[in-house]
């Protein structure tokens, strides 16, 4: 059995999750940066204060969007590995293509997202009124304990995800 074809369409399709989930973010944080606010490094949160009313209600519908827009994308991609099974097995192959998948957005959001263009070219919008020139904003240890928070997340998503489609399908 080779794994092979699964990894490099997983790898294909964690670019294409980055770049939808990517995408979705900078919108939204262009129109409300404060929506992102707990994703912010901790002096910034400090500084710019609590979330708004507004912003907190706002948040679950929009965690809702971010998560069909990523259970979709994951369908996406799997229909693919599923239709082509051929006699491997369904959790160990799910499970891979999920975990590569994950792994690079994950990474993505780490170098690009995060370390490119949050903290190298930071554009205006993403600054919160009030922050700028904070030190935070320039933290690629913050950034990068937000990929080693990330890394067991994504493990445990995969297994449990792997499980969910063998147990469906």
Known sequence: MSLSPIVTHALASGVILSV???????????????????D?????????GPMSDRSRRLRIPIGILVIAVLLGAVGVSLAP??????????????????????TVFNVLDLLIMDWLIVVTLRPRFLVLPGTEGMPGYGDYAFHFRGFLIGTPITLVASILLAGLVSVLF
């Not at 912010?40 to 710019?48: G, L, S």
């Open 20 to 38: 939808i989930l990517f995408a979705m973010i900078l919108v939204l944080v262009k129109v409300n940066p404060e929506i992102m606010l707990r």
């Open 40 to 48: 912010y490094p901790p002096d910034i949160q400090a500084k710019f």
């Open 81 to 102: 590995v599923l239709a082509g099974l051929d006699g491997q097995p369904m959790f160990l192959t799910v499970f891979v293509h999920l975990l590569v998948m994950f």
